[in-house]
């Protein structure tokens, strides 16, 4: 039997060690990819950013809508209310500050502001203050400005009674890296009109 030539044995040994030089990281390799140790956790890792920015936009957009829903009860109940009398004072007008706060319990009231307002319109259509009250103490708006009204409710020779209700609302999670504003508070407003219950309008005796 003939032995290789040293010239030849030398090639194979330098043709193995090319050989293995690229065949221990290949099998590290696929030794990576089949492993599956610790998987779990590596998908946790990755997800759970995300499910916790969903979850607290999910908690804040429920708050806020809860809130929001307290505006409307309150502006709505407020201008009701005041409907159903055919003569108020700023001492009952003050009444519904409180009236308000109780719509939003548990939830606490920042910055409130309470508008309420008597609008009159004649035979040809034009609304107009009666008389308004404003929580700050001052009037809001001077009597005979003109109002707008919204186009169901505009008849001739009625009276509504207006009430516009703002909040501040502080966002709870706020976030301004993943959002990109620095924007905290936010004001809720609400606006409702409704026409008179007794006698052809409502007096405020000392507005």
Request: glycine residues 6%; neutral net charge; proline residues 4%.
């Amino acid at each position: 039997m003939t032995r290789p030539a040293p010239s030849d044995r030398r090639k194979n040994a330098r043709s193995n060690g090319r050989l293995d030089f690229f065949a221990r990281p290949a099998a590290l390799l696929r030794r990576f990819l089949a492993a599956r140790d610790g998987i779990g956790g590596v998908e946790f890792a990755l997800l759970a950013p995300v499910l916790i920015v969903l979850y607290l936009c999910a908690f804040e957009l429920m708050t806020g809508f809860s809130v929001s829903k307290k505006v409307s009860m309150a502006a709505s109940t407020v201008a009701d209310l005041v409907s159903r009398a055919d003569k108020v004072s700023k001492t009952d007008l003050e009444g519904m500050v409180d009236v308000t706060n109780a719509v939003f319990a548990p939830y606490g009231v920042d910055n409130l502001s309470l508008k309420i307002t008597g609008v009159s319109i004649d035979s040809a259509k034009q609304a107009k203050v009666a008389w308004s009250w404003s929580n700050s103490g001052a009037a809001p708006y001077a009597v005979g400005a003109t109002v707008t009204v919204p186009e169901d409710m505009l008849s001739e020779e009625t009276f509504l009674v207006r009430s516009e209700l703002s909040v501040d609302h502080e966002l709870l999670m706020y976030l301004p890296a993943l959002s990109g504003s620095e924007i905290k508070d936010i004001t809720i407003r609400r606006e409702f009109f409704f026409r008179q219950r007794i006698n052809t309008d409502v007096t405020c005796t000392d507005c």
